[in-house]
């Protein structure tokens, strides 16, 4: 796993966890 921060991520795009858990489901 990617040391990415998802929450970090989210919060700056203002995304859901889950929108951006799914995106990296699909990038893997």
Same mark, same amino acid.
Not at 1 to 13: D, F, G, H, Q, V
Not at 14 to 24: H, N
């Given at each position: 796993?990617? !040391?990415?921060?998802? +929450?970090?991520?989210?919060?700056? +795009?203002?995304?859901?966890?889950?929108?951006? !858990?799914? !995106?990296? !489901?699909? +990038?893997?």
């Amino acid at each position: 796993m990617s !040391r990415i921060p998802y +929450l970090e991520i989210a919060k700056t +795009l203002g995304v859901s966890e889950t929108a951006i !858990r799914k !995106r990296i !489901r699909k +990038l893997e």
